[in-house]
């Protein structure tokens, strides 16, 4: 009787549905109660939210589930808190924005010991402490492209970013988040090669640790001691509406100083339209979100990847496993953990922000 039933269950698993990856793995069988934890910096954020969004709609396509999961104040003991509670519930895989390049590495190591997958996407830890990152660009790109959106601004205002010795300084969450220091310390490094006379009024930046109220007091800290101040760059989603904020309560405006930096369009609409900034910038945090936690379901489903690879996301399309080196040159290197990168990146201006609604 043991033999028959055994075979009768082997037949049945044989009927079961299954999806065939690239790469040859499958995924578990359809109703397989595939869960994972998205993990944001911070939540009630615009940026996390539209990524919490993003992901939540599009793993109900793809058919497992994710649990959004983190807290309303940003520290980094808040996140190993979540992890470590991910991993005591059994659940399937993890994707992280991480608040520190590193403080994390060893609790996302008990994830991946005791079975997880895991990826990040936003925020980085170290290479061997996940498998994925889905990063919105690399340091050169986004780098380049705050200090670009600067200077279109200044000239706006009847600057001459080429000659002027342009007075400026950076204004982000913290110096150990991976994303946005690697950004300032890439666009420093193309503000000295394009711009040598510019001057940093503030080299170790301010900081606001993504604290929306004190994103408005440092920005009105800033404006106070720097009246003269022609560029403020905000890399940080939390920075840039504090910043704006600030500007407003003191009478600022895009004509008194350069304001620029990274925030969702609805976040910054309402200081658009007062003549507070003239553009800021963002990718598709949704999309960045969606495959964050993909990429941690499809690792959960039995899939293994390799730089060099390309996946086939269903609804998205094929994207290509980088080397981590993309993100740093000095990055993990082995060839289990890489890098995937959206597409593309967006400015907004008066002109264009209504077309978008995140």
Known sequence: M????????????????????ANGGK???????????????????????????????RAKEWGFAVKYDGSPEAAVANQVTVI??????????????????????GVMK???????AVTTWDSDVSGDARTIMVSQGTPDILGKMLVDMGVKSLQSRGKNPDTDAIRYAWHYSQSTVADQNSWRVAGEDYIKQKYPKW???????????????????????????????????????TALPGQLQAAQNLGYDKAKVTITGFATPNSIKPYARAGILERWGLWDSGL???????????????????????????GIGTVEILPNTVLDAKAYTAPDSGVVLLPERVEFTTSNMDNYNF
């Not at 043991?2 to 990856?21: D, E, S, W």
């Not at 008990?110 to 997880?116: P, T, V």
């Not at 495959?291 to 293994?304: C, D, K, Q, R, T």
């Open 288 to 314: 960045q979100g969606a495959l964050g936690v993909y990429f941690a379901y499809y690792l959960a489903s039995g899939n293994a990847v390799k730089v060099g690879d390309k996946v086939d996301v269903p």
């Open 84 to 105: 470590r509670n991910a991993i005591r519930q059994g659940v399937d895989g993890i994707s992280v924005s991480s608040l520190d390049a590193t403080a994390l590495d």
């Open 199 to 237: 001057v940093n009024i503030r080299p170790d930046n301010y900081y606001s640790n993504q604290d929306a109220e004190l994103a408005i007091t440092t920005g009105e800290s800033i404006l106070k001691a720097n009246p003269d101040i022609d560029l403020i760059i905000c890399n940080d989603s």
């Open 27 to 57: 995924e578990k069988a359809a109703g397989g109660g595939v869960t994972i934890v998205f993990v944001p910096k911070i939540t009630g954020n615009a940026f996390f939210e539209t990524a919490n969004d993003g992901a939540q709609k």
């Open 2 to 21: 043991k033999k028959i039933a055994l075979i009768l269950l082997a037949l049945a698993a044989l009927t079961l549905p299954v999806q065939v990856f």
């Open 110 to 116: 008990e994830a991946m010991k005791a079975g997880l």
